[in-house]
């Protein structure tokens, strides 16, 4: 069965300290501070519930800025998952420095995923999203994605990431997997033939197809 991890997600903190190498509370602050800044994001509280980003739509933010922002974020609060993960582990204190339940209530709201509606993707995050998309149809980590089914083979997966072209790829990237590769690769990185499909310019050359409408250019 398909499922998501959710990281972050509903999360109220942590319950302990965790000793982490030393910087890292101040580059965990500093990256927040940020993407609050260049998104122009601010907190709010209700009730009893955890202070969280308030919710906006980014309207005021460039396409190109949201996304490149959201692109960063969104992998480095992964990375600060797996990173705590492994930090609670940590029965070593020496050289070391700690975070506390306190520390953690400062950066907390920041540990999710921002979300940039399709309309205002840019090229690079429309490559970045279908490169994830590739790997899960692959059957390999990506972002927590677990498809829960047999891997599609590379042309079965490329051939899905044209479907998503067709309503998706408005910045005409036209991502395919080269013909002996098992990853995406924008057009001008390689040459389409009717009669080849995808392929790099250097192996055209040598191409054993009879009649290849390439071989002459």
């Not at 202070?51 to 460039?62: A, G, L, N, P, S």
């Not at 922002?69 to 797996?82: D, E, G, L, P």
Request: contains cysteine.
């Amino acid at each position: 069965m398909p499922s998501i991890k959710t990281f972050w997600f509903f999360a109220q903190g942590i319950k302990r300290s965790a000793f982490v190498p030393i910087g890292t509370l101040a580059e965990i602050t500093a990256h927040v501070e940020w993407v609050e800044t260049s998104l122009n994001i601010e907190r709010e509280k209700y009730l009893d519930n955890p202070v969280r980003w308030k919710y906006t739509q980014y309207k005021e933010i460039d396409n190109e800025t949201l996304c490149e922002v959201a692109m960063v974020h969104n992998r480095w609060q992964r990375r600060i998952f797996y990173d705590f993960k492994e930090w609670f582990k940590n029965e070593t204190v020496e050289g070391m420095e700690e975070i506390t339940p306190a520390d953690a209530e400062q950066f907390f709201p920041a540990l999710t995923d921002i979300t940039v509606p399709v309309e205002r993707w840019s090229r690079d995050y429309y490559i970045d999203r279908m490169e994830v998309y590739y790997e899960a149809m692959r059957g390999r980590e990506a972002e927590g994605i677990n498809l829960g089914g047999k891997a599609l083979t590379p042309p079965q997966a490329s051939a899905v990431i044209w479907l998503f072209a067709s309503i998706l790829d408005d910045h005409e990237v036209c991502l395919e997997v080269a013909k002996g590769c098992d990853s995406l690769y924008s057009y001008g990185d390689y040459t389409h033939c009717e009669k080849c499909g995808a392929r790099f310019a250097d192996e055209v050359i040598g191409c054993g197809k009879r009649k290849c409408p390439l071989k002459d250019y």
